[in-house]
């Protein structure tokens, strides 16, 4: 919007531009032309004056003023007699026969010849004929120069005078002219567009307020408000979307807070039903009875696991914390030795690479970090066959930015499954498709994004899956900051994803 105020503003400038200077400019040349046109013309006829006086006094007095002429101005002058001859003491001209020396001399027409439809060419040629002049010598010695053009008038041709006048000097003022005007127009254009850019800024100010209050709004941030500013129009606007926001960011509030509050308020009666199971299932000696038992209590351990699941995600959601600087390197290790109990019950290793730097910090809120490897540990396990490898990568991608990435040696997945592995309480087809609750990975997403780094899913290399997770580094490390770690993997509430 702001690039068409210009554009528009500086078209208007333009048009306004054009429409004051280029008539002037072609006036100015107009001007130019008549009046070099007039000057030759009256030099001409001087000569002719001269020619028509017809005694040798009188032609040593044109031979000296044509080259006076040629000497002071970038004009030629030829001179021919009636008859096609030479007029002594002046040369014969190249082409005493053209059309301009017939029309003067046959005609008695005087001619201008620009050499050019388009403005002129590089010379102007003026011819004009020379009339005889019977005038007694006391009625010479007192006529002006009225009485002798009239007497010219009528008086027979004897000659014909032609002044070629070059035009450079004509085409330097008038790109002169034309120049000046157009760096005249090329700065005002800038100052316009100068202004323009400031006055289009101003006025769209409040509309990029809006814009950036929208753009946070879209990822997530319910928070944000536009200032009430502008004109009364978008004042109006701005009102109403921050009306807007205000209560929608209560809704949803009041939606995570039931959320949590519901979850908190299951955990309590699931735990004491699966308690009541599993003592039932101590004292039933009867097969399918305990066969039923088992099913009953497995499918409240599958939802206790969905109820940690959604209470995990409602807090992250709460975006209650800011991100702190964590010792990545210290808080991964710290999380694998919790992890590598439950590996060698089934003989699978985690294995901790990388290049990245043990002082390096990154930010994340507290406790937020550990979720995430619970998550993601926890979904390797369980896709990892007996003996398997996990492998934990630290490196540090670019300046301000360090990639954790876990490869586990798995069934993976197709790329249509890895496009919706981070939807809510999608399961895929996998080992954890069974047992999982779905919203492992939608936490690991959330939880991610929320201390400003990004995850992803790929191809391990030799087959498997890699998560890949882009973390933002704090430039500035500190002391590291404590993490709420949970003491083991059950107790972290991170079961698996539900690929």
Same mark, same amino acid.
């Given at each position: ?115 050019? @439809? =388009?403005?002129? !060419?590089? #010379?102007?040629?003026? +011819?004009?004929? &020379?009339?005889? /002049?019977?005038?007694?010598? $006391? *009625? ?99 009102? @109403? =979307?921050?009306? !807007?926001? #205000?209560?929608?960011? +209560?809704?949803? &509030?009041?939606? /995570?807070?039931?959320?949590? $509050? *519901? ?103 507290? !406790? ?76 690991v997403k959330q939880l991610v ?29 500190g002391p590291r900051q404590a ?17």
């Amino acid at each position: 919007m702001i690039r068409r105020l210009i554009v528009s503003y500086v078209l208007l400038v333009g048009v306004a531009l054009a429409a004051f200077t280029v008539p002037v400019a072609f006036t100015l040349t107009a001007q130019l032309r008549g009046d070099t046109e007039e000057s030759v013309r009256r030099e001409a006829t001087t000569m002719a004056l001269l020619l028509g006086d017809g005694d040798a006094p009188a032609r040593q007095a044109l031979a000296r003023v044509a080259g006076a002429y040629a000497d002071e101005t970038p004009g030629t002058v030829e001179v021919v007699a009636a008859d096609g001859a030479a007029v002594p003491p002046l040369p014969l001209p190249a082409h005493p026969g053209d059309r301009a020396f017939a029309a003067a001399l046959r005609d008695g027409r005087s001619t201008a010849d620009w050499g050019s @439809t =388009l403005v002129w !060419g590089p #010379e102007l040629v003026v +011819t004009v004929p &020379a009339h005889a /002049r019977a005038i007694r010598p $006391d *009625a010479a010695a007192r006529a002006d120069q009225a009485t002798r053009a009239d007497a010219a008038d009528k008086g027979p041709v004897v000659g014909a005078v032609r002044i070629r006048y070059a035009t450079a000097d004509l085409s330097d003022r008038l790109w002169r002219i034309w120049g000046f005007r157009a760096v005249l127009a090329v700065g005002v254009l800038a100052v316009a567009a100068g202004l323009g850019t400031i006055v289009a800024r101003l006025l769209t100010k409040p509309l990029r307020l809006l814009n950036d209050m929208a753009s946070r709004f879209s990822d997530g941030d319910l928070t944000a408000r536009s200032p009430v500013t502008g004109p009364q129009e978008t004042q109006t606007l701005a009102r @109403t =979307l921050n009306q !807007g926001a #205000e209560r929608l960011d +209560t809704l949803v &509030a009041s939606q /995570r807070i039931f959320v949590a $509050d *519901a979850s908190h308020q299951l955990r309590t009666p699931l735990t004491a039903l699966r308690l009541s199971l599993d003592n039932i299932a101590d004292g039933v000696d009867d097969e399918f009875v305990r066969e039923d038992v088992e099913q009953a209590t497995a499918e409240v351990v599958r939802m206790s696991r969905l109820v940690s699941g959604l209470l995990v995600l409602a807090r992250a959601e709460a975006k209650v914390s800011a991100p702190e600087p964590l010792a990545l390197r210290e808080l991964v290790e710290a999380r694998l030795s919790v992890w590598r109990p439950a590996a060698d019950e089934r003989g699978v290793t985690i294995a901790l690479t990388g290049d990245a730097d043990e002082r390096l910090h990154v930010l994340a809120g507290p !406790g937020n970090l550990d979720q995430v490897l619970d998550n993601v540990l926890s979904n390797a396990l369980e896709v990892s066959p007996d003996g398997a490898t996990i492998t934990v990568r630290l490196e540090t991608a670019t300046g301000d930015e360090v990639v954790l990435e876990v490869l586990d040696q798995g069934p993976g997945m197709s790329a249509a499954e890895q496009s919706r592995a981070f939807d809510r309480f999608w399961r895929g087809q996998g080992l954890t498709g069974r047992s999982g609750s779905g919203l492992g990975l939608a936490i690991v997403k959330q939880l991610v994004t929320d201390d400003g780094g990004a995850v992803a899913l790929r191809d391990a290399p030799g087959g498997g899956l890699a998560v890949r997770i882009g973390l933002r580094t704090d430039t500035r490390p500190g002391p590291r900051q404590a993490s709420q770690r949970p003491a083991g993997p059950r107790a972290s509430g991170a079961r698996p994803a539900g690929f």
